[in-house]
């Protein structure tokens, strides 16, 4: 195996905000409806006896509810015809016997229907969480796959938005949706045929309401689209005033903001409410104004139903059993144009998450060479031990193509060297820090640890080599002793404490209530900024790296606090070779090595004492943090 040779150039669910699936604001449309349902409907070929059952047990149940009307017609016609012959003196009279047989055999049925509805129902339920629950893994791995450049052009609101919002919209969707769809269909065919195994010309005169009712319905909805649109909008704008305002609530406070920030709400809040009004009322006119256009075909068919059975052409029974389908012919109908509109949502829904799968991932690891981390085994051309030496080898690189932030660097830092990397902000110090993790891959050049291009490692195995502390602390809702741990997880609490201990910061967890056992909330504010800084260098300390890398670490603790870790970062950075960048020049006057960049390159290089005699850009910039240059 290549060594200094291997140089190769980088190549709780939630509801929507007034009831509605959430995520998706009403009328919302998929740019491309086809292909984002095409997309879901290959993930639910994968159950397709689930859904053809589904199919079968939900026409079932809704034949056996249709029915039942006209069943129970009959009985009304045993009735009344009981009762001509009592009246006419003629007959047995009322046959009680014959409409209890028949009331049982329409409990029958109902229990079926019933019966049949739940049984579709748990299929479908466990179809749809299925699949939400396939969708949440594959984005969740995605998450892990996409590389950090997506991250750096998409907020994390957005992407947690297709793990919750978006997946909710499509379990809603799958889950209820789905299976009315076929309901109200075979609820809608299955009335026309009974209406017209009855009477054709009652059907005919009650099939005028439909297209009086879908006219009313496409009005209505285009008229209060905009308003819906506006209403969503606003609720966005004052979710994001909310969370700032209080988010920030201190600084408000601070500066006196308090009453600008209650008049901006109060201006938002008036525009939410105008248009919610607007469209609430809108989509409330609805089911009153479709009642009354089917009241006038129940009114119609009344009068038409009257004359015919003076005419003895239809029984009691008939028109009792056709009243029914009339009152129940509406309800499909607005079902079906409901739905359609949620279809669109759950179009727009999928094609967000389907977007977000289709990223493009980083580069797969091709490791050529792995880590021998086990003393044990003995050392192979592709099994190598990592001392520490790292080199820049004309490295390039920028974040948007065409515009480069490091221009040619090279450097070579032996192993145990501490090399300090300073300049102004922008200069590209941390980028290089990113580029030494693989965070991101060079654009050209290369990067080498003891000869070997980073590239030709596995990415995990890489980092694990790193130990890190950021300006910008993380800690996550758990135990300080957890938070300390997960720079090794199968630490024991013997060397957590050890690593608190080099750390300084021992004495105040055993100050703080349940010491080591503390939880740290799920904002991190219950301890303050230089403690949380502590716990970042003992989770390091803790990880005993090869190479350490520490980017403004002392940033926020005080003066004598950094002097106490200073010296716990001389004892951990012994025998490491550790990268530190930092804008305090007066802590790396014993760095090995000092790196002075300035819009991404190397602008001087060399100790402390041989810059400053240079009387260079170092000097310039170490001198300028002393109001009398002199005293430093």
Not at 140 to 165: C, Q, W
Request: proline share 3%; aromatic share 8%.
């Amino acid at each position: 195996m290549s060594r200094a040779d291997n140089v190769r150039p980088a190549g709780p669910r939630r509801r929507g905000p007034f009831g509605g699936p959430p995520g998706m604001m009403p009328g919302e449309k998929a740019t491309d409806f086809k292909g984002a349902m095409k997309k879901l409907a290959l993930h639910l070929s994968a159950y397709k006896f689930r859904l053809l059952a589904v199919l079968v047990f939900s026409i079932a149940s809704t034949v056996f509810l249709i029915v039942g009307p006209k069943i129970l017609g009959r009985a009304t016609d045993v009735l009344a015809e009981g009762i001509m012959s009592k009246i006419t003196g003629f007959g047995a009279g009322i046959d009680f016997k014959k409409i209890g047989q028949i009331l049982l055999s329409l409990v029958g049925l109902y229990f079926v229907s019933a019966l049949f509805s739940y049984v579709q129902g748990w299929i479908m339920t466990g179809v749809s969480m299925k699949i939400t629950y396939n969708l949440r893994n594959e984005i969740a791995r995605k998450i892990n796959r996409l590389p950090l450049s997506y991250y750096d052009k998409t907020t994390h609101g957005e992407v947690l938005s297709r793990v919750t919002n978006d997946i909710d919209t499509l379990s809603h969707t799958l889950n209820q949706s789905l299976s009315q769809i076929i309901t109200s269909t075979a609820t809608f065919v299955g009335i026309i045929v009974m209406m017209f195994s009855i009477s054709w010309l009652m059907t005919l005169i009650s099939l005028i309401i439909i297209p009086l009712s879908a006219i009313t319905v496409m009005l209505l909805v285009k008229k209060s689209q905009k308003y819906f649109a506006a209403q969503q909008e606003f609720l966005g704008h004052i979710n994001g005033h909310i969370e700032e305002t209080y988010g920030g609530h201190q600084v408000v406070k601070a500066f006196n903001g308090e009453q600008a920030a209650v008049e901006r709400f109060g201006e938002l809040n008036g525009k939410l409410y105008n248009s919610a009004w607007k469209s609430q009322f809108l989509s409330g006119l609805m089911m009153p104004i479709m009642s009354f256009i089917s009241n006038l075909g129940y009114v119609a068919v009344c009068i038409l139903g009257g004359w015919l059975v003076i005419k003895g052409r239809i029984k009691i029974g008939g028109i009792q059993a056709f009243m029914q389908y009339v009152r129940q012919l509406t309800q499909p109908v607005g079902q079906i144009a409901n739905i359609s509109n949620i279809l669109q949502s759950t179009a727009a829904a999928a094609e967000r998450v389907f977007e977000f799968l289709a990223e493009p991932e980083k580069e797969p690891d091709r490791p050529l060479v792995r880590i021998n981390t086990d003393d044990r085994v003995p050392d192979t051309d592709t099994l190598v031990p990592i001392k520490g030496s790292v080199q820049f080898a004309h490295v390039s690189f920028g974040y948007i193509p065409g515009k480069t932030v490091i221009k040619d660097f090279s450097a070579i830092i032996s192993p145990g060297q501490r090399v300090a990397i300073v300049g102004p902000t922008g200069a590209g110090k941390t980028t290089i820090v990113k580029l030494l993790m693989r965070f991101y891959d060079v654009d050209s050049g290369a990067i080498l640890i003891d000869g070997y291009n980073i590239r030709d490692f596995d990415r995990q195995e890489l980092r694990s080599l790193f130990g890190i502390v950021l300006q910008d602390t993380w800690l996550y809702n758990g135990t300080i002793k957890d938070n300390i741990r997960y720079g090794r997880l199968d630490a024991t609490d013997e060397e957590v404490v050890a690593a608190a201990k080099a750390a300084q910061a021992d004495h105040f967890i055993r100050t703080l209530p349940d010491g080591y056992e503390m939880v740290i909330n799920e904002e991190a504010d219950n301890i303050s900024e230089g403690q949380k800084q502590l716990l970042t260098i003992a989770r390091a300390i803790l990880a005993d790296p090869k190479i350490l890398i520490l980017d403004e670490a002392t940033s926020s603790v005080d003066t004598r606090t950094e002097l106490q870790i200073r010296k716990a970062m001389d004892n951990l950075m012994a025998g490491r070779t550790s990268f530190v960048i930092t804008h305090r020049l007066s802590t790396i006057r014993n760095a090995d090595l000092i790196l002075c960049m300035d819009n991404g390159d190397i602008v001087e290089q060399g100790t402390h004492n041989e810059l400053l005699a240079r009387n260079g850009f170092y000097a310039k910039l170490y001198y300028s943090q002393f109001e009398n240059p002199q005293s430093a």
